[in-house]
Structure formats: structure tokens, C-alpha cells
């Protein structure tokens, strides 16, 4: 087994395929994608592949340490070209193809006219923790 | 077994063993090792005095626990100087332990833990399930807290509004996991009524039991938000309703108001109106002027202002909505509400877009999203 996130952009990814803005679908539009995006994590717990989804603001900031006795430096809002985390999900699959697969599947989750969104996802291996036996043969 | 009733005995048995003198820590963890045992063993072997059988096996894992640690020899003298099994100890006793677990050295998210705990009987593990953390964490946050609280001493009157707001946050943040936080609140708050006659413990219950009422009809079955003017009110709880009126109305009796007795008027008023159009705005503002006096509480002040939009019409509402700060949490979401009201279709759909990219919760930003669709759709027909 091997953790893969799949992460949603707020910004910084290519352009989904049916890339119109929520508020500009129809209500039942929106309805049909909440539905699917809940039946897909519901699914992925019952395979047992499913091990966390959270959903970040798009408000945030940068800080970093400024010296002994200082407050932090922040840095903020981001600006509108950053590149932009919009959530997360964590899944724990027997392969790369299947991590695919799933991300896939995710993508194409019905957005305006019903239709898929197409919407670039970003599959990343987690660094595994080290094998118990590491020499070679 | 009904774990809910054996729950209701963790805080008296536990006020027991911290009389007999027992440390609180140590008490506390006996009683969580008692309940548990009381789970195994009471389906095939049901003890006749319940409460009796959890005071005698929490004080054996106590007694077992201090003798398993032998550098703690003052425990030890207590060992041998076992006190009589005297009178079952008067309610005050719960009241001490709320006051303990609410204690102002207590950060707000310890004082609920432990209050969940040492008073409600949780589980670390149903703890750390309902805030979504891991249970190890929980168990540090929890043992940090007890260590907090070690050195007030445990006949010290307290102060109530600290235990109301700790219940007040475990009935409005509750998340996920097996246990229903919000039932565990009102249970909480109900053994608090029991134990002190005040009329803001009975403002609280009555607030909780008037919005626990609609909690059916809050959320429609694919889980999005549904607002109070358009929930179905035949799903309303008339029992839970009738009950919270009742307490509010012996409550307000006594005339001595507090916020939580205004917030529980106001959500009886809801409560009261057949449909969303009978709704008395009028009262309703009273009771958030009210309530402005006793808090001054900026988000009060943004709910005003949605009543006064709705008792003597949006552009009221509007300048209302003017004098408060902008960055306020759902300030956008009522402004969009009061300018959707007021015709201006275009401005309300651009502000529940924005409101949607600030809302602090999914449900909430599918909701104003939703919002923001439906008029939007409407305008390119």
C-alpha cells in the first residue's frame, strides 16, 4: 500500500476543460456536485482506501520567524498569482495506476450543463517510511 | 445498558473519591477505569445500586493505582486510614466538579475536554473522534489540564458564566464521531439545572432545547444548510419546543436576565411563529437591543441588524448593516441577504459570491454559493 495526495488548486493549475465558476451554475448543477464529491469519499471508505479530505479557505498568509524577542513577519493576503491550495485528500491505494485512476475519477465530477469539469488534480507519493530491510542482495 | 445514565453518575462518584482524599488526576483516571469496567461486566451482571458499584471499584483502581506507584507514599497513608462510607454527598458536589473542569486557568478547548471527561464520563477516544484529532493528542490536552486544575482546591465557589460558555461551545462546535455533542450539552446543562438554581443555567437550557428542536429540519437530506424562513416547521420538536419555553418563560420570572435568557427569547419566538411570515420581528429586535446592552457584542449587533430588515424592511436592515464593521464574520452573507430583499438582485449575487469565498465552514459556502447561483441563473433567463 502507498499514500498519494490528491490536491485541488484554487489557482496555479491548467485550466479545467469546463471551467465556469460555481455561482454561475444552476442550483441543481451545484447539488449534483456536492452529491458526487460526498458519494466519491463515501465510496473510498468502503474500499478502504480512504484516509483524510480536508477543504482549506483561500484566505491565508506567509510568516516567518524575525529574530529573537520579534513577533513573526506575516505576509499577506496572497497575492492573486500564487499558486493556491484549495483541499486535500489523502488516499492509501496498491498502486500509482490505481492513485490515477482515482484522481481521474475525481476530475470528473459534473460542474456546469452536468457535464465534467475535467479540473486538473495533482497526485503526489508520500515519502514512505524507511523498509525494515533496506541492503541489497 | 444505558451508557447515557451510567454517564450521569461519573460526576458524583467521582466528587465521592476526591472527598475521601483522592486527588483529582488520580480519581479522575479511577472512575474512567470504573465505566469501563462497568460496560464489560453490567450487561450479564447488573449491579443493584449502580452508583454504589462504581464508588467501590473506582476506589479500588484508585486504591490499586497508588499502590502500584511506590514512590508515592502519601497515598499510601491514605490506604490505611480508609474513610467510613459516609451519607451520599450533597448535588453541590457535581457543581464543585463543573466549576473545576470550566476553571479560568483552563484554555476553552481543555476546559471542554475535560469537562467531556471528568464530568460527562467521555472517553478520551469519543472525545478525540468528535474534534478529529488524534486520540493521543486528546489524552495529552486532558492530562495537561488535570495538571492545571491540580492545585485548586475543590470547595472554592466558581463562577457559573465560565461552565456555561464551556457547555455553550460543546453544543454549538460539535463535529463528527459516534457521540451527539449537542446531546451531550443539553445532558450536561440539565444535570448543571439540577444541581443550581439559576436563571441563566435555565436561559441555557432553554436556548439549547429550542435550537436542538429544529435540528431535523436544519439540513436537507443531501446535507446542505436549510435556513430557518424556508424549514419545513411541521419537523419542529413541539415537545423539545414546549419544554424550552416552560424553562424559559420560570426563567424570565425571576427577572434577572443574561444573554443566554435574551438568545433563548429570541430563538422561542422563532419557535412560536407558525410560518416564517407570522414571525414577530418587531419583538425580536427588542430582544437583540436587549441583548446589545447586556453583551455589546458585535455579532449580536449583525443579527440585529437582519431583524430590523426584516421588522421595517430591507433599507432599515441596510443602514443598520452600515455602522458595523465590514470585517465582521458574515457580514457580506446578511448584506447580500438585505439587498436580495430590497430588488437589487445583481448586488446580492455578486456579495453571496464573495460571502461564499469567506464563509468558515463547507456547508456554508455551498449554501451562499447556492445562493449566488439561483439568482444568477434567474437574471440569464
Redesign the interface.
Known amino acids: 500500500m502507498a499514500k498519494y495526495l490528491l490536491l485541488k488548486h484554487y489557482r496555479g493549475a491548467p485550466a479545467a476543460v469546463n471551467d465556469v465558476?460555481?455561482?454561475?451554475?444552476?442550483?441543481e448543477?451545484?447539488?449534483a456536485h456536492?452529491?458526487y464529491m460526498?458519494d466519491f469519499a463515501a465510496r473510498l471508505e468502503k474500499t478502504g482506501e480512504f484516509v483524510d479530505g480536508q477543504?482549506l479557505?483561500?484566505?491565508g498568509a506567509w510568516v516567518r520567524y524575525d529574530g529573537e524577542g520579534r513577533p513573526p513577519v506575516t505576509d499577506g493576503p496572497f497575492a492573486e498569482t500564487k499558486d493556491l491550495i484549495a483541499g486535500w485528500m489523502v488516499i492509501d491505494v496498491d498502486s500509482y495506476e490505481r492513485a490515477v485512476e482515482l484522481a481521474g475519477e475525481l476530475s470528473a465530477a459534473p460542474g456546469a450543463g452536468g457535464k465534467p469539469i475535467h479540473e486538473w488534480l495533482e497526485v503526489r507519493p508520500f515519502l514512505t517510511a524507511t523498509p525494515t530491510i533496506t541492503e541489497c542482495h | 445498558m444505558n451508557e447515557a445514565l451510567l454517564r450521569s453518575l461519573t460526576p458524583s462518584v467521582l466528587a465521592i473519591l476526591v472527598r475521601r482524599g483522592a486527588d483529582f488526576a488520580a480519581a479522575e483516571d479511577a472512575v474512567q477505569d470504573a465505566l469501563v469496567e462497568a460496560v464489560r461486566v453490567w450487561p450479564a451482571d447488573p449491579p443493584r445500586d449502580a452508583k454504589g458499584w462504581l464508588v467501590t471499584v473506582a476506589w479500588r483502581k484508585f486504591l490499586d493505582a497508588a499502590r502500584s506507584d511506590a514512590a508515592r507514599r502519601r497515598r499510601e497513608d491514605l490506604v490505611d486510614e480508609e474513610p467510613a462510607h459516609g451519607p451520599a454527598p450533597a448535588v453541590d458536589d457535581t457543581l464543585q466538579l463543573y466549576f473545576l473542569c470550566a476553571h479560568p486557568s483552563l484554555t476553552p478547548s481543555s476546559a471542554v475536554a475535560l469537562t467531556l471527561r471528568a464530568v460527562g464520563g467521555l472517553t478520551t477516544r469519543q472525545i478525540a473522534q468528535a474534534y478529529l484529532v488524534p486520540e493521543a493528542t486528546m489524552a495529552q490536552r486532558i492530562s495537561r489540564a488535570k495538571r492545571t486544575v491540580s492545585g485548586v482546591r475543590f470547595d472554592q465557589p466558581g463562577d457559573v458564566a465560565t461552565v456555561l460558555r464551556v457547555l455553550y461551545l460543546v453544543f454549538n462546535e460539535g463535529y463528527s464521531g459516534d457521540v451527539d455533542l449537542a446531546a451531550e450539552a443539553i445532558r450536561l446543562t440539565r444535570q448543571l439545572a439540577a444541581a443550581i438554581d439559576h436563571p441563566e443555567v435555565a436561559g441555557l437550557l432553554a436556548l439549547m432545547l429550542l435550537h436542538h428542536a429544529r435540528r431535523a429540519a436544519r439540513t436537507a437530506p443531501d446535507g446542505s444548510l436549510v435556513p430557518l424562513a424556508e424549514q419545513d416547521r411541521g419537523r419542529w420538536d413541539t415537545g423539545l419546543i414546549a419544554e424550552g419555553v416552560e424553562i424559559l418563560q420560570a426563567a424570565l420570572a425571576r427577572d434577572r436576565l443574561g444573554e443566554f435568557q435574551a438568545q433563548a427569547a429570541i430563538a422561542a419566538l422563532h419557535a412560536d411563529a407558525p410560518t416564517a411570515e407570522e414571525t414577530d420581528w418587531v419583538q425580536i429586535v427588542e430582544w437583540y437591543d436587549e441583548l446589545t446592552r447586556l453583551t455589546d457584542s458585535p455579532v449580536v449587533r449583525l443579527n440585529r441588524a437582519v431583524a430590523v430588515g426584516e421588522a421595517d424592511g430591507p433599507r432599515a436592515g441596510l443602514a443598520a448593516l452600515a455602522e458595523l464593521d465590514a470585517s465582521l464574520p458574515r457580514h457580506t452573507a446578511v448584506a447580500a441577504y438585505l439587498h436580495e430583499r430590497d430588488g437589487d438582485l445583481d448586488t446580492a449575487a455578486r456579495l453571496y459570491a464573495e460571502a461564499a469565498h469567506e464563509a468558515p465552514n463547507l456547508a456554508e459556502r455551498t449554501h451562499l454559493t447556492r445562493q449566488a447561483a439561483r439568482l444568477n441563473a434567474r437574471r440569464c433567463r
Not at chain 1, 21 to 27: A, G, I, R, S, Y
Request: proline share 18%; net charge negative; charged share 20%.
Open positions: 465558476p460555481m455561482d454561475q451554475w444552476t442550483p448543477e451545484i447539488s456536492v452529491q460526498n477543504a479557505a483561500p484566505e
